[in-house]
Every structure is written in structure tokens, then in C-alpha cells.
């Protein structure tokens, strides 16, 4: 089902006011709306926004069973902190995992490939019933993000919406501090942005965060977010 036109209008004129998109967002889309959070370095701003309007949103994390034992202890803890009572762990299909990646070494030769396996597959399935996901994507954290607006169109008529797409490191520092939010325990270990283990490395500090993403591979982004949405008419 496409989302209203009056829908989409109230959330652009919230312009980049996180807590007005979210408020827009988790009212007027109840039940078709759902977080997608990675538990990472800097998810504890939206998660704690979006708690404060409607702790039982659901919120997707995919468990790629490859995460660090640390993530998923804070995955755990920043729950039951927040009191988000709708946590949906998003697992790879066992068949698909048996039958591309027995060894769970595909990430060491095709990273695109395990991605698509462990990340992108089960969220497509996942999100079947809903019409609109939340991201927490900062324009900050990679060139291929610095152009992304708040809303934006997703594929099937779906669209993303990213409140916090003008945040800053330093802002958000910031308020996890203020709100005496846990932190995810590898940031103090050099670790500013947190993916799976296998394809995470520290960082200098001072040095671009995502380095440690994927290190010495052209990639980016894990690919939940490169398809576009068809053109009208197509």
C-alpha cells in the first residue's frame, strides 16, 4: 500500500527535526512503519527518540551471526534500557546458509555476496508488511551519503525516512551523553563504526570512521540501501 500524499507531506515539512519526523512518522504510520537499527556506535540517539514516542514500534535488527559477542550484549542491554518491547532479531535463511556459505567464509572472497545473504535477503522479507522504514543514516558517515534527504523513495512503493541524516559525530557524542545512554563498549576500543566481526577493524583516531568497514575492499555499504526505486511507468 503507498503511503498517503498527506503522509508524506507532514514529514517533509518536518523538515531535519528528528524528534518532528519520528513524531509524524510513528503516529500517522502506526503499524506499517519499523526501525531498522544496527545496535552500532551511534544508534542509541534514534533508538531513544523513537522510544520516547512509541516504545513498541517494531525495531529490525538483522543478526547476521557474525556480529561481535559485544553487540549483541548491547543489543540486549539498549532494549531493556530504552524499553523497546518489539526487538525482532532477522536472521539469515538456514537453507540459503547451508547452501552459499556452508563454511560462513564467504565474506573473506565476496563480501557483496555474504551481505546480500546475511543482510539484505532477510530485510526484504522482513519487510513485506510494512510501508515505511526508519534508518540512521548521517550524511557524516560516508560520500555516498552526503546527498541523502530525509525522506526518500524506497522500492515497491515504500519509502525510508532518515531523522537524523544532519546530525553530527560531535552532536551526537553529545547527546548520549546528556541522555546517559549506554555506548556500545567497542567505541572505547577504537571501533567508531560496527559492523559484522569478520569485516571490522579499528581505526586511528581521528581517521575517517568508516575505514574499518570492510578495510581494503572497494565497498561501502552493505547494500540494503543501494537499490532504487523503479521509475514511474517501468
Not at 507531506?9 to 518532528?20: F, V
Not at 556480529?67 to 518491547?85: C, K
Not at 535463511?93 to 560462513?104: C, G, H, I, M, S
Request: hydrophobic fraction near 40%.
Amino acid at each position: 500500500m503507498r503511503i498517503d500524499a498527506d503522509i508524506v507531506a507532514e514529514l517533509k515539512q518536518a523538515g531535519e527535526n528528528a524528534s518532528d519526523v519520528l513524531r509524524v512518522a510513528l503516529t500517522r504510520l502506526r503499524g506499517r512503519i519499523a526501525v531498522v537499527s544496527s545496535f552500532g556506535a551511534e544508534s542509541a540517539v534514534m533508538l531513544a527518540l523513537a522510544a520516547e514516542i512509541d516504545p513498541a514500534v517494531p525495531v529490525l535488527f538483522l543478526e547476521t551471526g557474525q556480529h561481535f559477542p559485544e553487540t549483541l550484549a548491547y543489543r540486549q542491554e539498549l532494549a531493556r534500557v530504552l524499553g523497546l518491547s518489539d526487538v525482532r532479531d532477522l536472521h539469515p535463511n538456514p537453507a540459503q546458509l547451508e547452501k552459499r556459505d556452508p563454511t560462513a567464509e564467504l565474506w573473506a572472497f565476496d563480501p557483496d555476496a555474504c551481505c546480500a545473504l546475511r543482510k539484505v535477503e532477510p530485510l526484504d522479507e522482513a519487510m513485506i508488511p510494512f510501508d515505511a522504514w526508519i534508518t540512521g543514516r548521517k550524511r557524516t558517515q560516508a560520500a555516498t551519503r552526503q546527498g541523502l534527504p530525509v525522506v526518500e523513495d524506497a522500492p515497491g512503493g515504500k519509502i525510508k525516512l532518515n531523522p537524523l541524516i544532519a546530525w553530527t559525530p560531535r552532536e551526537l557524542d553529545a547527546e548520549i551523553t546528556r541522555r546517559n545512554l549506554p555506548r556500545h563498549p567497542l567505541t572505547l576500543r577504537g571501533y567508531p563504526s560496527i559492523g559484522c566481526a569478520p569485516c571490522t577493524r579499528p581505526v586511528a583516531e581521528g581517521a575517517d570512521p568508516r575505514e574499518g568497514r570492510w578495510a581494503g575492499k572497494a565497498k561501502t555499504e552493505c547494500g540494503i540501501h543501494m537499490r532504487k526505486p523503479a521509475r514511474q511507468g517501468t
